[in-house]
């Protein structure tokens, strides 16, 4: 009699990947046979780019009006700030550009001053994105362009020649694909675990740009230890008469949300505060839930920040634990829909804020255990999404400026290294790494889009810069 059991072939369920090994490989091997590597060195920007203001004042348009003039201060001081704050205006014209149809989930914003230092669960120092406002799924060339173009741009802010911008851009290009054809050969959980010691990019930036480069590093690195919630406690905390702790006011900077608020919207303070309280615990796990509400609310106020960001609404919130030496500061800052998005398509989250912080967990090396989100109706009526997150928690970014020629090209390849891994978690890093090759044609292709678009963006910093001069566009410099 036969022991021999029958087999029955069970269909793989939808998240697990449809595909074999080598049958991702030929997928990746066909698109690059689709969408030659060579499609994407050019590129022919549409019109007369007369549009650009149009689409940064279309987003001037939902935001705080009382603080767009600061926004635009910031981003005509330099042809990089202007870069730092368009990523709407290359969005769209990334849209534009050939993409081999290979998807991740991306940053949407990854210009070198959105990497950086931050604080683990664990508390070690990691190097990795600190930025998803404009997360979402889409083409994995969108993010390595913005990153070379970013390369590109810095370097000429710097004054550096052509060959020294373009062998840091190929640097860093060259660095994702590698990364890439690495996390392909590694284990799954590996991909999911692998990440750069901020001591790890010293001793790199060490060994490849000298002392200088180094310092630069240690400099980020000491800045990041000492960024928490008591040293940020210490510059925008004081006592008030009554001997309550309370915001300082530094218009139009900081500025405490009693002075803003009109005596109507003042009615509804409590009520808003205690929906925020409400939703942000739920969209923390148990265990996080229980720490959270062992803090108590004291304060709120405004603050502004970034470059691009100005003008969306951002928060501090204080919470306080044990006593006034045990504070909590958190940020809360709107989520308005990726730029990404009238390109890439809408993603099915409840919330903007969602938006963010999965794209931020997926990205991320390791995540703030306090990111949240919530949606209200604040007091101004309106309905808004927000996400949270702690205020500082040993994040700090390196000052490219400081940076020479071969310091920029070994900072820009740690930023292609923690893209890479980034996709390689989201993506088909198998698929991504046959379509970029073990040669330098992506590459090079790369690194002559950056160039074009460096020549792009001098000329749309330059409408900007005319705008302002002309009185068309108010904007408040220095602040």
């Keep these: 009699m036969s022991t021999r059991t029958t087999r029955t072939e069970l269909p793989d369920p939808d998240y697990l990947p449809q595909r074999t090994l080598a049958e991702r490989i030929a997928h990746g091997l066909s698109l690059r046979q689709e969408v030659p590597h060579e499609r994407h060195a050019s590129w ?7 549009d650009t203001l149009r689409i940064l004042e279309r987003q001037s348009a939902v935001r705080s009006p009382e603080l767009i003039p600061i926004r635009y201060g910031r981003m005509v001081s330099s042809a990089f700030a202007f870069f730092r704050g368009g990523a709407a205006v290359m969005a769209a014209d990334l849209a534009t550009t050939a993409t081999c149809g290979l998807r991740a989930q991306l940053c949407g914003d990854a210009h070198l001053l959105n990497f950086g230092m931050f604080e683990t669960p664990e508390r070690s120092l990691v190097f990795g994105l600190n930025d998803f406002d404009e997360t979402l799924p889409g083409p994995i060339e969108w993010d390595i362009k913005r990153l070379a173009a970013s390369v590109e741009i810095a370097g000429r802010d710097l004054s550096f020649t052509p060959l020294e911008r373009a062998t840091a851009v190929q640097a860093t290009v060259r660095s994702y694909r590698e990364a890439m054809l690495q996390f392909a050969s590694l284990r799954n959980l590996a991909v999911w675990t692998a990440r750069l010691p901020a001591k790890e990019l010293a001793r790199q930036m060490s060994d490849d740009a000298g002392h200088r480069s180094q310092q630069v590093v240690k400099k980020a690195i000491q800045k990041a230890l000492t960024r928490d919630s008591l040293t940020a406690f210490g510059r925008l905390i004081d006592t008030g008469p009554d001997g ?5 006011s530094n218009p139009p900077l900081i500025v405490p949300v009693e002075e803003l608020l009109a005596e109507q919207e003042r009615e509804r303070y409590v009520e808003v505060v205690g929906e925020f309280l409400k939703q942000y615990r739920e969209s923390l796990p148990p265990h996080l839930r229980a720490l959270v509400e062992s803090y108590r609310f004291a304060r709120m106020a405004r603050k502004v920040v970034g470059v691009g960001s100005v003008g969306t609404r951002a928060w501090v919130v204080l919470m306080i634990g044990r006593d006034t030496s045990d504070p909590l500061l958190l940020q809360l800052k709107e989520a308005m829909p990726s730029v990404l998005e009238p390109y890439a398509g809408q993603v099915p ?6 938006r963010v912080v999965d794209g931020q967990r997926f990205m991320q090396a390791a995540s703030d255990s306090l ?5 209200l109706k604040a007091w101004d009526g309106k309905m808004r999404d927000f996400y949270v997150r702690q205020l500082w928690d040993g994040k700090s970014s390196i000052d490219v400026s400081r940076l020479n020629p071969v310091g920029l090209r070994s900072y820009g390849m740690a930023c292609g290294w923690t893209l890479a891994r980034g996709h390689a978690r989201s993506g088909d890093r198998i698929a991504m790494a046959a379509f970029l090759g073990d040669d330098d044609a992506f590459d090079r292709a790369i690194t002559s889009f950056a160039s074009v678009y460096g020549d792009v963006n001098e000329r749309d910093h330059a409408l900007l810069a005319d705008a302002v001069g002309s009185g068309a566009i108010a904007a408040i410099r220095d602040i």
């Design 244 to 248: 309550e702790l309370r915001f300082i």
């Design 371 to 375: 990111l949240g989100w919530y949606r």
């Design 349 to 354: 989250y409840e919330s903007q804020g969602r």
């Design 44 to 50: 022919t920007p549409l019109g007369d780019r007369s």
